[in-house]
């Protein structure tokens, strides 16, 4: 087992990365809690919940199983978790277990987050994606108008990893994981782009994913730790996500997975980044990764009006003014206004070019 600390303003905790450890549960999490409630969904739920049930091996555990898929990050699962928790006898010393990836971390994280005033919270990620979305603190749910509008900066008690579960994963959340890989070592190491774009994700490696993954959340650790409440350098993890996200309300929450969402996006923040600042960010291989690896990618028939639209809802924005964060090269991000004509006729372009690739 591998242990990475992170530190937050009012906590510090840990990262257990390793094997079989949903085995060990009751080893790991401290014992004072007066109840455990966990929350799953139904796919994860019907392959580990059991196994967690009995890793844990104590009293007054309770356990909720949610709708699969983004649709459940919303106001009435919300309010039902929190009817399910009183109505469980949850008290301030209880622990929410968030049993799944990154949808119910948010949600899970976020109703931990207001249960009377905040109550500690452990994430357990079953799915490659989660490595990013565990780490930080920030938990949320959607609302129809944009992803993650409604949420809070509420840190987990600590995250355990158990990478045996990531046997079991689809193509397309294995494709989802990736993307937020990528983004990292985009962002902060090009020593580890080389590695991910000859990465085949039809022949994974199994015995390298967990060095993937702990580079990627070491990554994420390191700037949350410099910047725990995204008024700086944390802005720049959002790399791909201004029209990933806006990619997500428009099509419909679920019909692209957030990963696929945020893999286009960085195709077109690359685009963009070459423009403006003359770089090469191998694109053409970015684009070609994608493309052997089954990504969806963007046509032309998008509304790219309706797009930019979902865009200037982006929680980073400023008086209504796109923020994108960009690189100057691989492991340099910045953050630049984009006036919206501008904006707007670089997506048309990059949408273009997508259909004729």
């Known amino acids: 087992m591998l242990t990475i600390q992170v530190k937050s303003s009012k906590n510090e905790y840990p990262i257990h990365i390793g094997k079989a450890l949903l085995k060990h549960l009751d080893e790991l999490i401290p014992s004072h809690y007066t109840s455990v409630f966990i929350v799953a969904d139904q796919t994860v739920a019907s392959l580990y919940l059991n196994q967690v049930i009995s890793g844990i091996n104590r009293k007054n555990v309770h356990t909720t199983v949610i709708a699969s898929g983004e649709t459940s990050k919303s106001i009435h699962t919300f309010y039902n978790l929190h009817t399910e928790a009183i109505k469980a006898?949850?008290?301030?010393?209880s622990l929410i277990i968030a049993l799944g990836g990154g949808m119910v971390g948010d949600l899970a994280g976020f109703v931990a987050s207001t249960f009377m005033r905040g109550i500690d919270f452990v994430q357990l990620p079953t799915t490659i994606l989660a490595h990013d979305s565990s780490v930080g603190g920030k938990v949320a749910i959607n609302h129809e108008a944009g992803k993650n509008l409604i949420g809070n900066f509420h840190s987990p008690a600590m995250v355990i990893y158990d990478v045996a579960t990531l046997q079991s994963l689809p193509e397309k959340e294995i494709r989802s994981g990736f993307a937020e890989l990528m983004k990292e070592a985009m962002i902060a190491n090009n020593g580890f782009y080389d590695q991910l774009l000859s990465t085949k994700l039809h022949k994974l490696d199994y015995s390298f994913l967990t060095d993937f993954l702990t580079e990627g959340m070491r990554i994420k650790a390191k700037i949350v730790e410099q910047d725990?409440?995204?008024?700086?350098?944390?802005?720049?993890?959002?790399?791909?996500h201004t029209l990933g996200h806006a990619l997500e309300a428009e099509l419909g929450y679920g019909k692209m997975t957030h990963g696929e969402?945020?893999?286009?996006g960085m195709l077109f923040a690359?685009?963009?980044?070459?423009?403006?600042?003359?770089?090469d960010l191998r694109f053409k291989e970015l684009l070609g990764w994608m493309r052997q690896n089954d990504y969806p990618i963007l046509h032309e028939n998008m509304d790219c009006d309706s797009l930019l639209l979902r865009m200037k809802t982006d929680k980073k924005n400023i008086s209504g003014h796109?923020?994108?964060?960009?690189?100057?090269?691989?492991?340099?991000?910045v953050t630049r206004e984009l006036e919206d004509h501008i904006l707007l006729a670089y997506l048309k372009e990059f949408l273009g070019e997508m259909s004729q690739r």
């Open 89 to 93: 006898g949850l008290d301030r010393k």
């Open 228 to 240: 725990e409440k995204e008024n700086g350098a944390r802005k720049f993890l959002n790399f791909g």
């Open 261 to 264: 969402a945020v893999a286009n």
């Open 322 to 333: 796109v923020q994108m964060v960009l690189l100057k090269k691989i492991g340099c991000p």
């Open 270 to 279: 690359a685009t963009v980044s070459e423009r403006l600042y003359g770089c």
